[in-house]
């Protein structure tokens, strides 16, 4: 099975939302061992829907369309797919009733509307897809070869129909399953990890190794379709073996591609611990509002002091810092300067229990971001002492 995503919908293509269910599908389908073949996004236009469907034919025998799938004149998805395959929609009581018992229950006016009726018009002989968190069903459409797979465009109704019926369907078709290991590297640039590295990413075989650059930090996926776990963990091995000083964590898919995890370690190493206490400077609060995100850390956290110019160096804030875990960063970080480019530097200190570590640092950068790398800096210090 090859596969195209179609993401519709008008106020994709302007913006106006961000398209974070062909991430999920993809990752989703990759986990499978499905291949992905595109990703387009097109307006509610029947015109071009068409053309982008009958051109995306020429590359994958499977689309999956997402969005359109609504009770107004501008959703058109189903019925320009239905259309394009020949496949005539009629009315199916069964959904129809189950709009209208949805709408009993959680509609303001308790009742369905009467254009609900349009998402109760699905394609004859086909798989309907159950919403059992909305009104549009989904359905899959196959005729001579050519499969259309429709999900309602709402992130949270799209992944429960994914994993509720389109994922136990999809499971027949996939002929291999794709395992990976992720590890998240801080401290190092993605440049001068691929130098250490460039032997392993030389000689890649059935095991493949690719780098992403994040927001001062480095992911390593490390992946195969034919081989096992225990391939994979060897490879995974020989980098720890050339930069574990670098490694801060290793795991599987539910580690985040996007956002950094060092906030979710520190957040489960701190659950030993029975108080903590924050003082920040030059980070305008940044530290104490990415920890206390975690109810362990809210639950600990007794003081936080945010300010713009302490009249104390590191060693003496320290000293009048009393709970088992006290974090200290001061940076020089200017706000008149925010996102231009400039040098940061200043210092971290870390006293768990009477144990003390204190360390410099010097970043170079747009200052937001700069000071992002700060708070990482920080946890990973901590991180690493606790």
Known sequence: MNVGIISVGTEIIIGDILNTNVHYLSKELAKLGINVYSHISIGDNEDRLTKVIDDSFKMVDTLILTGGLGPTDDDITKEVAAKYLGIRLELCEKEWER?????????????????????AMLPIDSIILPNIVGTAPGAIMEREGKRIIILPGPPGEMKSMYQN???PYLKKYSDKKIISKYIRI????????EEKLDYILKN???VTVALYAKSGEVLIRVTTSNKTMDDVMEVVENIKEICEEYIYLIGDDDISESQSELPNIFSKKVEKYASLEIFESGTFGLLTQTLTKSENVARILKQSKVVLSPK?????????????INIAVISDSNIHNNNLTDDVKGVIGIKIKDEIHISNFHFKGVMDRVIVRVVSETLNKCIKNM
Not at 101 to 119: D, V
Not at 186 to 193: H, N, Q, R, T
Not at 312 to 324: H, T
């Open 99 to 119: 709009i209208r018992e949805y709408g009993r229950k959680y509609s303001p006016t308790n009742e369905a509307t009467r254009n609900n009726i349009k998402q």
């Open 165 to 167: 019926a389109l994922k």
């Open 186 to 193: 801080y401290g190092i640039g993605e440049s001068a990890l």
């Open 204 to 206: 890649q075989k059935d």
């Open 312 to 324: 104390e160096g590191i060693e003496e804030i320290l000293a009048n810092m009393n709970e088992e």
